[in-house]
């Protein structure tokens, strides 16, 4: 059971402000994405592969996929003849290898840098140096990369109540995106993306110039991970 009412309330405020809401569906069962679809929810995130391509196999071929989990290099294979929007790039091999499985495809795939904004060793992401470094690469190669599209970036803030501390994790971010914007991406109209915000803290994600938001529980209740 999917929670119709919160999926209303959230898609017309997002639709009025031009703001993306992937819904989070991980672990969650075929059924309950085909009734947020039915509403009209068309963008879903997923945080496993085998998961991922499970469910795209038998769901409606015009849904976008999100993949929001951390990737392997190895398994990109797996996603890259249908994914939408890749989250998570925190290597340039990584970088390389879904270019390299996209033209395979003969398919650009557009991805977001994720960039580590909390204070939380459990996150994934780079550290500033580390996408400045990557950003560089990403230029001197540009001509070889022509499978990817660099879309923006993806952040996750500290897991707390004090939201003074998620704010400024949201809006450094956002500020990151922009001076990123000036010195790499100018030539680049589509690096536009600035991916934060979930069920808990989406509402200072917005408030700090998020664009897109995903949000699971919110939609489709607690996940249950003893299954
Ligand atoms: C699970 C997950 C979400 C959604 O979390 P909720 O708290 O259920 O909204 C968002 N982003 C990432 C990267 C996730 O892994």
């Not at 500033?128 to 660099?150: G, T």
Request: aromatic letters at 8%; a negative charge.
């Amino acid at each position: 059971m999917v929670n119709e009412a919160a999926w209303r309330q959230l898609h017309d405020e997002f639709k009025t402000k031009g703001l993306t809401l992937v819904a989070v569906s991980k672990t969650k069962p075929f059924e309950d994405i085909k009734e947020l679809y039915a509403l009209g929810q068309r963008d879903f995130g997923e945080n496993y592969v085998q998961e991922l391509t499970e469910k795209q196999a038998v769901l409606p071929s015009d849904i976008h996929w999100h993949f929001i989990g951390h990737l392997q290099s190895n398994k990109v294979k797996y996603i890259a003849p249908f994914v939408h929007l890749i989250h998570t790039v925190d290597s340039f091999k990584l970088l390389q290898e879904i270019n390299k499985q996209a033209l395979k495809n003969a398919r650009i795939i557009g991805v977001l840098l994720q960039v580590f904004i909390a204070d939380e060793e459990t996150k994934f992401g780079l550290d500033e140096k580390e996408l400045a470094d990557l950003s560089d690469n990403y230029l001197a190669q540009k001509e070889q990369l022509k499978n990817v599209r660099i879309c923006g970036l993806m952040g996750m803030a500290t897991n707390t109540e004090d939201e003074q501390k998620i704010r400024s994790e949201f809006s450094r971010l956002h500020e990151i995106l922009e001076s990123l914007k000036r010195s790499h991406f100018a030539e680049e109209a589509h690096f536009s993306i600035c991916s934060m915000g979930m069920s808990s803290d989406y509402k200072l994600a917005i408030i700090e110039g998020s664009n897109m938001l995903r949000i699971g529980s919110l939609l489709f209740g607690k996940r249950d991970y003893t299954q």
